[in-house]
């Protein structure tokens, strides 16, 4: 089974064309927006996962981080079919995206929980 950061960091990076990984870059300021894609728990059947996934967007200003959570959740929201060797079948949001703090606060934090039901390709 692949594995969901695997899956989901490189279409968000090729849908935004923003850095897209499952860890926050060392020049994170530098890079900004940022975009980190994460699983945090959820469910594993024989043929199937459902992971829990935690996406933050980092930003140089609110404004730019909401814009940039708001369309990542709209597009996760539609996604459906074969995204780098996986078959999304279903995405759930389970907390909308949200301001969270930062070490920085000159970097501007959304983040938002979903849950993706997918299987292998």
Same mark, same amino acid.
């Given at each position: 089974?692949?594995?969901?950061?695997?899956?989901?960091?490189?279409?968000?990076?090729?849908?935004?064309?923003?850095?897209?990984?499952?860890?926050?870059?060392?020049?994170?300021?530098?890079?900004?927006?940022?975009?980190?894609?994460? =699983?945090?728990?959820?469910? $594993?059947?024989?043929? &199937?996962?459902? @992971?829990?996934?935690?996406?933050? *967007?980092?930003? +140089?200003? !609110?404004?730019?981080?909401?814009?940039?959570?708001?369309?990542?959740?709209?597009?996760l929201l539609a996604?459906?079919?074969?995204?780098?060797?996986?078959?999304? =079948?279903?995405?759930?949001? $389970?907390?909308?995206? &949200?301001?969270? @703090?930062?070490?920085?606060?000159? *970097?501007?934090? +959304?983040? !938002?929980?979903?849950?993706?039901?997918?299987?292998?390709?």
């Amino acid at each position: 089974m692949p594995d969901i950061e695997a899956v989901l960091n490189p279409w968000a990076e090729a849908l935004t064309g923003h850095f897209a990984g499952a860890e926050t870059p060392d020049d994170l300021e530098q890079q900004l927006p940022v975009i980190r894609i994460e =699983r945090g728990g959820g469910s $594993d059947e024989r043929f &199937s996962e459902h @992971p829990r996934i935690f996406v933050d *967007v980092f930003g +140089r200003t !609110a404004d730019e981080a909401r814009t940039l959570a708001d369309s990542l959740r709209d597009a996760l929201l539609a996604l459906r079919g074969p995204v780098h060797g996986a078959v999304i =079948r279903d995405v759930r949001c $389970d907390s909308g995206p &949200s301001r969270l @703090p930062w070490a920085n606060e000159a *970097v501007y934090r +959304r983040g !938002a929980t979903y849950t993706v039901s997918f299987r292998a390709a």
